[in-house]
């Protein structure tokens, strides 16, 4: 099969690859239906975080199973399928807790940018649809597997709750789908931090009330004007940023919570700041095992639509150009049809 | 009168001073029945924080209401009253949401190392006992003002429920009177973190199950070896350097909270490590107006008895030597009589 390997900054090749193949007995292997670029995928692509050795890339996935180690016992062949990015055994103290990405035996999915890709841990990773899907439901079951779940969780870190006052840091695709799960949790106000219309039409259709175009400080007086002058009760960060991190923090009110989930890239944060600010902090990688049953349900039954952040569809052989629009900020996110 | 305060490093004066006054209508001054020396004195005392100028030292009290400004109206003159070491309004929205340390009208208490103390704002910070109370009392009922309330908040912030597994990290007052509050909110198991005798002894009555003397590294070790392998629900910071810090956000499960109260000193969290730790942060200083009614009803009840961190009691004459005493480590708090 072919599949996308980075080699390097801005080096992004589809190329011949060995198909996966069953390894260990609690594997699946599974076709892949549809994939898609990650934000996170970009920190390597821009070499901020560097490429050791070529790599296959993507983590986003769902689709049908082809093939089952001997020892999976939940999960049928033919089945429609979505997991995390984080293979996890659902079993050990921190999944029972609902911390499958933190599972004492995880492991991390890679080579989802292809026809084929094998999941480690498939009892536990994988989450059964109802039924094979249509395929107009097809992208937004695969934001489940990453950007959705990691919005989700991001307004379920922030403690969004009917009624709260919510501001996003950060428009990518997992600022947005921030904002569409403070809608469905019951915020009543929702303020997106964004300078780019198409990215602000978005917002406003998944459920955002206000939109903030100032950053760094004039950003956090702008949110503080909107919220009575202490800030929102929520702030969900969806960036990863020094200068994110500390908006978020100083846009949330004394008592209000934090919610992160951009992968920090050389923050450090003040102690007594963050003392004085009085806030709660919660975040780290998604744990999107322990949503995937409520999110498959509500796009099952059409409740929600994240798929509307895949606002370009190419062909899987056209990935590198996939990266260089979501680079370039020109694309939200990149759907990839094998 | 005469009371201490601070010139520069371990140079405390016990010296004449202006008897407080009324200055502004919402002022009461009160005869205060017994102060002592907090941790954080120790801050300035030991040249870390630097001291400007001469300044007036003591944040911790209770005592018999003496003269009221013409806006009180809830506080008579002849109660006994206790209040935060931050005055608060108790009326605005950060008073109301219970994070009256962040009230917007706060002003820090100061001077309570005297005979007579003014409190701004009386209404909102002061709250009096159901009578005045006998003698055996007043230790207890002047832990409230911080470090009771402080080593409740840690608990509180920490997430303790019934049932639960608490690591403290931090064996000074505030740190015992965390575990003590960790007991009295249900906690299954305590495990207090100290190599001095007598303050494991005095957490040992509070309620703690464990001591671990490791620090660091082992310390953390040790915490996971008794948490089966994964940390505690909830830890307890009550230090505020880089090291506790770390030892606390390490030793806690994914998923579980650190309440964090010592006021940090020089501390730069690693953003990465943070989001990987999958920790709940939460802290500031005390809303400790917050607690008050509570636990002046737990005291009056006799439910508690935080006053038995008061192992050295002193003349306020020889508030100097309390200091000392307290920076050699030789009294876990001293008590003053004025």
């Given at each position: 099969?072919?599949?996308?390997?980075?080699?390097?900054?801005?080096?992004?090749?589809f190329?011949?690859?060995?198909?996966?193949?069953?390894?260990?007995?609690?594997?699946?292997?599974?076709?892949?239906?549809?994939?898609?670029?990650?934000?996170s995928?970009?920190?390597?692509?821009?070499?901020?975080?560097?490429?050791?050795?070529?790599?296959?890339?993507?983590?986003?996935?769902?689709g049908?199973?082809?093939?089952?180690?001997?020892?999976?016992k939940?999960?049928k062949r033919?089945?429609?399928?979505?997991?995390?990015?984080?293979?996890?055994?659902?079993?050990?103290?921190?999944?029972?807790?609902?911390?499958?990405?933190?599972?004492?035996?995880?492991?991390?999915?890679?080579?989802?940018?292809?026809?084929?890709?094998?999941?480690?841990?498939?009892?536990?990773t994988?989450?059964?649809?109802?039924?094979?899907?249509?395929?107009?439901?097809v992208?937004?079951?695969?934001?489940?597997?990453?950007?959705?779940?990691?919005?989700?969780?991001?307004?379920?870190?922030?403690?969004?709750?009917?009624?709260?006052?919510?501001?996003?840091?950060?428009?990518?695709a997992?600022?947005?789908?921030?904002?569409?799960?403070?809608?469905?949790?019951?915020?009543?106000?929702?303020?997106?931090?964004?300078?780019?219309?198409?990215?602000?039409?978005?917002?406003?259709?998944?459920?955002?009330?206000?939109?903030?175009?100032?950053?760094?400080?004039?950003?956090?007086?702008?949110?503080?004007?909107?919220?009575?002058?202490?800030?929102?009760?929520?702030?969900?960060?969806?960036?990863?940023?020094?200068?994110?991190?500390?908006?978020?923090?100083?846009?949330?009110?004394?008592?209000?919570?934090?919610?992160?989930?951009?992968?920090?890239?050389?923050?450090?944060?003040?102690?007594?700041?963050?003392?004085?600010?009085?806030?709660h902090?919660?975040?780290?990688?998604a744990?999107?095992?322990?949503?995937?049953?409520?999110?498959?349900?509500?796009?099952?039954?059409?409740?929600?639509?994240?798929?509307?952040?895949?606002?370009?569809?190419?062909?899987?052989?056209?990935?590198?150009?996939?990266?260089r629009?979501?680079?370039?900020?020109?694309?939200?996110?990149?759907?990839?049809?094998?």
């Open positions: 099969m072919q599949g996308a390997v980075l080699y390097g900054p801005r080096d992004v090749r190329e011949e690859r060995d198909d996966p193949k069953i390894i260990k007995p609690t594997d699946a292997v599974i076709r892949i239906a549809a994939a898609c670029v990650c934000g995928d970009l920190w390597p692509y821009r070499g901020i975080q560097p490429t050791a050795q070529p790599t296959p890339m993507g983590h986003e996935y769902c049908t199973v082809q093939e089952l180690g001997s020892a999976v939940s999960i033919g089945q429609f399928v979505i997991g995390s990015f984080f293979a996890s055994d659902n079993t050990c103290l921190n999944c029972q807790i609902g911390y499958q990405s933190s599972c004492q035996h995880r492991e991390l999915v890679g080579g989802a940018q292809a026809p084929l890709l094998r999941v480690s841990l498939a009892d536990g994988l989450v059964a649809t109802p039924d094979v899907p249509s395929e107009e439901l992208p937004s079951l695969l934001t489940l597997s990453d950007v959705m779940g990691t919005g989700w969780f991001a307004a379920d870190a922030a403690n969004v709750k009917p009624g709260s006052t919510v501001a996003v840091v950060g428009d990518g997992v600022g947005l789908l921030g904002v569409l799960s403070a809608k469905q949790m019951g915020a009543e106000r929702i303020i997106a931090m964004s300078r780019h219309r198409s990215r602000q039409k978005l917002a406003c259709d998944f459920g955002a009330t206000d939109i903030v175009t100032e950053r760094g400080d004039e950003g956090v007086a702008r949110i503080k004007e909107l919220t009575n002058g202490i800030g929102a009760d929520s702030v969900l960060e969806c960036v990863g940023t020094q200068e994110s991190m500390m908006q978020a923090i100083s846009s949330t009110r004394p008592g209000g919570h934090v919610g992160y989930v951009g992968v920090p890239h050389r923050v450090e944060l003040d102690g007594e700041k963050l003392f004085f600010s009085h806030v902090l919660h975040g780290g990688p744990p999107v095992r322990r949503f995937l049953p409520e999110l498959v349900d509500l796009v099952w039954k059409r409740k929600i639509n994240p798929g509307k952040v895949f606002d370009l569809s190419l062909p899987l052989g056209q990935v590198a150009d996939a990266y629009a979501m680079d370039e900020r020109r694309a939200i996110k990149v759907l990839l049809h094998p």
